[in-house]
């Protein structure tokens, strides 16, 4: 593709797609230039840096979180729906958490989710620092639930290429930490009856219900 005819758009949307497929490791100017069928020099005249690459990418998958009308939803139905939406968005894109540790990222994407945050946690009552308390907290919670599943892409897929069987990898690992957990009561209780290497179904969940509780009875006490 040549310089003139390509977009910056049009390469933020393939480094998208290198990025689920190869993650942060797998992403470099040449294997980019040749999914856009385009020498990699050619990139360099819309996107000057691989770092300016990556944190237009991670911009561009905040506009995939949906942000419900707050005139017409209660405050916790929109942070049960952003939070939602921020969770699944994460998972898809694995190396976005990735990248939190790794590269500055800003941009207007990022900037649309966190002023609608601080609305819905000032329409739910909360006044100066406590909305952004509120907002940071599902923010980190979110975002740290989403480093399991993206840490179980990035360890198969480093596995894969070390030349290993992943598969064999996981399971030796599995079945060395559960002969551990047998030393321990509680655990052992729950090797057996559980997939002992991961969270319960509906932990995410569990802990948005719990922090948005925590929420309405810190207000309710309050007001």
């Known amino acids: 593709m040549p310089r003139q005819t390509m977009t910056a758009d049009q390469i933020v949307r393939a480094a998208i797609e290198l990025l689920d497929e190869e993650g942060l490791d ?17 990139i360099y005249w819309h996107i000057k840096t691989k770092d300016e690459l990556v944190r237009r990418a991670a911009d561009a998958v905040w506009a995939e979180v ?20 921020m969770h699944a968005m994460l998972t898809r894109h694995p190396w976005l958490g990735q990248a939190f540790g790794s590269h500055l990222l800003y941009g207007r994407g990022k900037a649309r989710l966190d002023d609608y945050s601080l609305a819905v946690y000032e329409q739910a009552g909360f006044t100066g620092p406590e909305a952004d308390q509120a907002a940071a907290t599902v923010f980190v919670f979110v975002l740290g639930s989403a480093l399991g599943p993206a840490a179980q892409v990035s360890l ?10 992943a598969e064999q990898q996981l399971a030796g690992t599995i079945a060395r930490s559960t002969e551990i957990a047998m030393d321990f009561p509680r655990l052992r209780e729950r090797v057996g009856t559980t997939d002992y290497a991961a969270a319960p179904d509906s932990s995410f969940e569990f802990g948005l219900r719990a922090i948005l509780d925590g929420f309405a009875s810190r207000l309710a006490a309050g007001g």
């Open 26 to 42: 797998g992403l470099n100017m040449r294997s980019l230039g040749t999914r856009l069928g385009s020498a990699a020099t050619a």
């Open 66 to 85: 949906e942000l419900p009308e707050l005139g017409t939803t209660g405050w916790r139905a929109a942070a049960t729906a952003m939070a939602t939406g």
């Open 156 to 165: 198969t897929r480093r596995l894969s290429r070390s030349g290993e069987n």
